[in-house]
């Protein structure tokens, strides 16, 4: 298993930029894919942004040219650079884990999750 903890929610203006963090720890084997979900009230949890073991990376259409994941291997930290944000970009993060070598970025093909970081995004 997986421990996942998120960083560097925070409220921005309408343009603003933020860089989410999540650092996990536990067996590597757990996290060869991970990824960005973001879940409104009364709605499901939408993939943002994955990324593989292979290092393909997937975003969801919403987010391109605006979001880039990344993943530090040596420090076991993904990260989420956010750019150019909307108000309606305003809703919680959750970063996750799966032990599968790639994903389709959806909720059913990861199995940890942190706690979630919100981001607000004020016009």
């Known amino acids: 298993s997986v421990q996942l903890v998120e960083s560097g929610g925070g409220s921005v203006q309408s343009g603003g930029s933020l860089r989410l963090s999540c650092g996990a720890s536990?067996?590597?084997?757990?996290?060869?894919?991970m990824g960005w979900f973001r879940q409104a009230p009364g709605q499901e949890r939408e993939g943002v942004a994955c990324?593989?073991?292979?290092?393909?990376?997937t975003y969801a259409d919403s987010v391109k040219g605006r979001f880039t994941i990344s993943r530090d291997s040596a420090n076991n930290t993904l990260y989420l650079q956010m750019n150019s944000l909307k108000p309606e970009d305003t809703v919680m993060y959750y970063c996750?884990?799966?032990?599968?070598?790639?994903?389709?970025?959806?909720?059913?093909?990861?199995?940890?999750w942190g706690q979630g970081t919100q981001v607000t995004v004020s016009s």
């Open positions: 990324i593989d073991s292979y290092g393909r990376t």
């Open positions: 536990g067996d590597t084997r757990s996290s060869r894919s």
């Open positions: 996750a884990a799966s032990e599968r070598w790639w994903t389709r970025c959806m909720q059913s093909d990861y199995s940890y």
